[in-house]
């Protein structure tokens, strides 16, 4: 799914209507009834909604939805600032509405002594992707008064206030949504923790924008949906055996930290991977053999990993509680640099290269890391905020020519082309140790099943999330761990065979 900026979104409107060809005005129209069917559909105990709206097309859609909804049999209230401008076709829905003598219009000076009523809604339909100004005073004095009102809030396509593209400044006024309807596409700000904590749920709602737009508008921001995953996965041939999927070689572990190493080897195994083995210290031998018998045990050392006897076409997944002793870190500087095959790294492995920074540079080309936000800020630098950080691993994943998986709410896979997939599957229950060695184990089993490093990046994190919710559907976010997330890899593969 593309992610467009908000003048490429306003484009593919101009471009509907006209090629459609549609009427601004029955476009707008459609966005209200798209509006109307979700709230009717998720709002069957509310009838009082408030609904209030700018004077451009965002408060246009409003005006459109207080009409449908009041004939659909909702109690409406509509709030706008009558001594502005309104647009062409937000003031013929204002004209219809003011026709409706049932339904209240009050101007927003009257906001703050209005009664509002329990169990009601409140709708933001102020600013959509049009603002690109700062909100005024009396904006900015309704945004925050309706940000203590203790009601249900839905924002009508974005959260008034927030930019659909930039990171706002700590000064910014935003409508804090319980939950954002938005049209067709996924904004760049909804899916960044500091501005995507204003939307709550977002649900996307399809108003039939250009296709013919959509397919040729290029951009380098995309947000990983079903259609992409479907044409990733490739289903197992019946007329294969196990040297069809691969050898994949985890290296992980150490003296009281055999856990990280079980799980990404459990979870290696659990996605397809033909032959695995585990590179592990020697005080864990009972417990991998006991926790994962369909691996080959491999003797990495004593209470640590310091020699890595692998096999060579294998693809390898390191550094899950490898540790940083001095023989460790040795043996696997030594080891970074004989090999040339793209593999996938993770934790102590790049701890170990951030103390060693001129190490960044025998990363094997291709090679896959997936560093958590600390992880990528010991390896690249500090940054002001998530934003500056994605265009940081945009630069490191071009000049060095790695796949960065920047691990995050919506983890951001960055790719050496320049290009950025936000994954949209996964929970706050994954917010525990031990999923990120879950997922070293599954992308490094999908890059030696021969998927490219792009693909086995985007399906890996998209199939780790994906058991994730499935998880927590089964056991709450709370109580889910690691091992259950595993454990519910089958049921995705499942659902995509
Ligand atoms: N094309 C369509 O029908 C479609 C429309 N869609 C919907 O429209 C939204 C974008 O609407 P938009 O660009 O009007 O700006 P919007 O986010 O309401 O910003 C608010 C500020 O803009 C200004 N303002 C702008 N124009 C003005 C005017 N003529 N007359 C007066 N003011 C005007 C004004 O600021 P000011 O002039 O005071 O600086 C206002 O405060 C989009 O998010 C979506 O909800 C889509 O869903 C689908 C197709
Ligand atoms: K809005």
Excluded at 267 to 277: D, E, R, Y
Aim: charged share 20%; with cysteine.
């Amino acid at each position: 799914m593309k992610i467009f900026s908000a003048q490429q979104i306003k484009n593919c409107d101009t471009f509907t209507i006209k090629h459609e060809p549609v009427y601004s005005l029955n476009l707008m129209q459609r966005v209200a009834d798209s509006c109307v069917n979700w709230i009717s559909n998720n709002f069957k105990d509310k009838e009082i909604f408030y609904i209030f709206c700018g004077n451009g097309n965002n408060g246009g859609g409003g005006l459109a939805l207080a009409r449908i909804m009041y004939h659909k049999g909702f109690d409406i209230t509509v709030f706008i600032n009558e001594s502005e401008n309104f647009s062409k076709d937000a003031m013929s829905n204002l004209m219809k509405v003011k026709q409706i003598a049932r339904i209240d219009v009050f101007d927003f000076n009257e906001t703050q002594n209005f009664n509002f009523k329990e169990n009601a809604v409140i709708i933001d339909a102020l600013f959509g992707t049009g603002l690109n100004r700062k909100a005024n005073k009396k904006e900015v004095d309704l945004i925050n008064f309706l940000n203590r009102v203790k009601l249900s809030k839905v924002a009508i396509d974005m959260p008034s206030g927030l930019s659909a593209d930039h990171m706002i400044n700590d000064n910014t006024v935003i409508f804090k949504a319980d939950e954002t309807l938005s049209f067709q596409f996924w904004k760049k700000t909804f899916l960044h923790p500091e501005t995507g904590i204003y939307c709550g749920k977002v649900h996307l709602l399809d108003i039939s924008l250009s296709e013919e737009f959509i397919v040729k508008e290029p951009t380098n921001e995309f947000v990983i949906g079903k259609k992409l995953i479907r044409g990733i996965y490739k289903i197992r041939n019946e007329f294969s055996h196990k040297g069809t999927y691969g050898k994949t070689t985890i290296i992980a572990g150490s003296f009281g930290e055999m856990g990280a190493a079980v799980l990404a080897t459990k979870s290696a195994l659990k996605s397809g991977s033909g032959l695995t083995f585990i590179v592990a210290p020697k005080c864990g031998y009972g417990i991998l053999q006991t926790t994962c018998p369909e691996a080959k045990y491999i003797d990495g050392g004593e209470n640590s990993n310091y020699h890595f006897d692998i096999n060579n076409d294998s693809v390898v997944g390191i550094g899950p509680s490898l540790g940083t002793a001095p023989e460790t870190e040795s043996a696997f500087m030594d080891f970074l640099k004989s090999c040339d095959k793209p593999m996938v790294l993770d934790a102590d492995a790049l701890n170990i290269i951030a103390k060693n920074s001129q190490f960044l540079k025998k990363i094997p080309t291709n090679s896959i890391i997936t560093p958590h936000p600390k992880e990528f800020e010991r390896l690249f630098g500090k940054t002001d905020n998530s934003f500056k950080r994605l265009e940081l691993g945009r630069e490191k994943a071009m000049e060095l020519g790695i796949y960065i998986v920047l691990k995050d709410h919506h983890t951001q896979i960055i790719t050496p082309e320049n290009q950025v997939y936000y994954n949209i599957t996964g929970n706050s229950g994954m917010a525990k140790g031990g999923s990120g060695d879950a997922l070293l184990g599954i992308i490094t089993s999908l890059l030696a099943q021969n998927y490219s490093p792009k693909d086995a990046a985007i399906f890996g994190v998209w199939l780790h999330g994906k058991a994730g919710d499935l998880a927590a559907e089964k056991f709450s976010k709370e109580a889910m761990l690691p091992t259950d997330l595993i454990d519910e890899l089958g049921n995705v593969f499942k659902s995509l065979a």
